[in-house]
């Protein structure tokens, strides 16, 4: 009687459809390997710059187009994750970088699920309670910290992001926003960084600003820039410009000129 089992002697299918997944994970080790050393050359061929080796724009810009190009079934998600954890073993490698999550409020594990996944399984990250602790941290320890904050525009995150027109913040930057892979809505958190951001193509950048005669959005017009108002506490306002500002960008200047006072840019981010 036949149950079901390969004849006598015969390969079991099943063991052959493991014995070539065996091999691909291999080859696969074998690729990930040379990748890192490669990735080691590339770092020692360069003069290292000061503070952490983060570059969000290029990073943002390599996770797009290897989106692109991924065959089915491969979905654009496990391509996010794979690569994130390639690009931090590679920070690992060249910098430790410690990780602070402040103002999760509710659940506070989202937050550290957010940090976890873009930073890498094996970074150190701890929680301050509070937003502003972890942007002091960030801003105590510009080489090797950054801060992870819920979005500042967010409902019911608390007024935390006002603290940024502090002196002592005016070095972090907002270099991201998380999770990477999203359209349309905001991002539920951010991190800021010592670090400088660079254009990745559908940017968006932060704005801070005093507005204490409500003029932002006459201002915004008036020098040609495409933005909202998202948040504001008086007289501090905060704007969502929909394209890449660098912090010596000319529009900032024109903005000022046109009613709003100390304006500055709080940083930028690109989605997936």
């Known amino acids: 009687m036949n149950d079901g089992a390969p004849p006598s002697g015969a390969d079991d299918p099943l063991d052959?459809?493991?014995?070539?997944?065996?091999?691909?994970?291999?080859?696969?080790?074998?690729?990930?390997?040379?990748?890192?050393?490669?990735?080691?050359?590339?770092?020692?061929?360069?003069?290292?710059?000061?503070?952490?080796?983060?570059?969000?724009?290029r990073e943002v810009t390599l996770l797009r187009a290897?989106?692109?190009?991924?065959?089915?079934?491969?979905?654009?998600?496990?391509?996010?994750?794979?690569?994130?954890a390639l690009i931090a073993a590679g920070w690992r490698r060249n910098k430790l970088i410690d990780v602070v999550v402040g103002g999760a409020r509710g659940d506070p594990t989202r937050l550290f699920d957010l940090a976890r996944r873009h930073f890498g399984a094996r970074?150190?990250?701890?929680?301050?309670?509070?937003?502003?602790?972890?942007?002091?941290?960030?801003?105590?320890?510009p080489d090797r910290c950054v801060a992870v904050t819920p979005w500042p525009a967010a409902p019911g995150v608390g007024?935390?992001?006002?603290?940024?027109?502090?002196?002592?913040?005016?070095?972090?930057?907002?270099?991201?926003?998380?999770?990477?892979?999203?359209e349309g809505a905001d991002p539920e958190a951010c991190v800021f960084a010592s670090a400088a951001n660079q254009a990745a193509g559908g940017d968006v950048s932060l704005l801070l600003a005093f507005d204490q005669?409500?003029?932002?959005?006459?201002?915004?017009?008036?020098?040609?820039v495409k933005g909202r108002e998202v948040a504001r506490s008086?007289?501090?306002?905060?704007?969502?410009?929909?394209?890449?500002?660098?912090?010596?960008?000319?529009?900032?200047?024109?903005?000022?000129?046109?009613?709003?006072?100390?304006?500055r840019v709080l940083g930028s981010y690109a989605r997936v």
Request: hydrophobic share 45%; charged share 25%.
């Open 16 to 57: 052959a459809i493991r014995r070539e997944i065996e091999g691909i994970d291999a080859t696969l080790m074998s690729l990930i390997a040379e990748r890192l050393k490669l990735a080691d050359n590339l770092s020692q061929a360069k003069i290292p710059p000061p503070g952490l080796p983060i570059q969000p724009g």
């Open 66 to 84: 290897l989106i692109a190009k991924a065959p089915a079934p491969l979905e654009r998600e496990t391509v996010v994750e794979i690569w994130r």
């Open 123 to 141: 970074t150190r990250i701890s929680h301050v309670g509070e937003a502003q602790e972890a942007l002091v941290r960030a801003a105590d320890a």
């Open 159 to 182: 007024s935390w992001w006002p603290a940024l027109t502090e002196r002592r913040f005016h070095d972090l930057h907002l270099i991201a926003g998380l999770p990477l892979l999203g």
């Open 213 to 224: 005669h409500h003029r932002a959005q006459r201002a915004l017009n008036e020098v040609g």
């Open 234 to 263: 008086e007289p501090r306002v905060l704007l969502r410009i929909e394209d890449f500002l660098g912090v010596d960008d000319p529009r900032v200047a024109a903005l000022t000129g046109a009613g709003l006072e100390g304006a």
